[in-house]
Structure formats: C-alpha cells, structure tokens
C-alpha cells in the first residue's frame, strides 16, 4: 500500500521560513505529479504547489515568489520550501500524490488514475 509521510509543520512567526516534507513509499508507479494543498478551517482545500513527472512546477498566485516546491525521484520525496510567511498562510497543509493512467506493455489495460494523501501537518504563522 501507498504511503505518504509528512514533516516539517509548525508554529512560525510571520516572515519566518518552514520546509515540509512528504516521503512516498510503496508500490509506487507511473507518477504523474505530486503537490501541496492546504484547508485553513471552514474553507475549501485549495492547491497551494504542483509538479509533474516532466519536471514542471505551477503555484497558486498568493504564494509565487514565496514558497518553491521540489522533488527528490530517487528518494520519492516531495519538498515545499516556505520563506516570508504569512499569517493568512496558517493551514493544514497535505501532501498529494496522483498516479496511474498508463498502459501495460504486456496487458494493455491501463492503470486507474489514483490519489493518494498524506495525513495533514498543521502550519501556524503568528503575527
């Protein structure tokens, strides 16, 4: 089975930088992207990072500039690197990984596109 393992979270002061972290293990194949989202209390999970196997990153326009995400493929590891924090940044952050959609050589049939989620790891920046 799939697993995500999240760290990094914390209480930060405002301006403050914070790296979290998503280790995937498993049986992990065909990855299409992994990414940060976060859900501050009665809002939506709102996509905060993304990168895609090919190595392209998209951000959400209130964190360009500050946050940077990247990847490790040999360690199947997700990072987001957070400076210049913001209180309005203070979320449960999670980290998401999608998979699936390719053909089997030898059977043709596709593999189900599939997400799969870490656990959630609260980031609380402090005025």
């Known amino acids: 089975q799939v697993k995500l393992v999240e760290s990094g979270g914390g209480l930060v002061q405002a301006g403050g930088s914070l790296r979290l972290s998503c280790a995937a293990s498993g049986s992990i194949e065909s990855i299409n992207s992994m990414g940060w989202y976060r859900q501050a209390p009665g809002k939506q999970r709102e996509l905060v990072a993304t990168?895609?196997?090919?190595?392209?990153?998209n951000y959400e326009d209130s964190v360009k500039g500050r946050f940077t995400i990247s990847r490790d493929s040999a360690l199947n590891t997700l990072y987001l690197h957070m400076n210049s924090l913001k209180p309005e940044d203070t979320a449960v952050y999670y980290c998401n990984l999608n998979v699936g959609g390719d053909y089997d050589p030898w059977t043709l049939i596709p593999s189900p596109v599939t997400d799969y989620w870490g656990q959630g790891t609260q980031v609380t920046v402090s005025s």
């Open positions: 990168v895609t196997s090919s190595g392209s990153t």
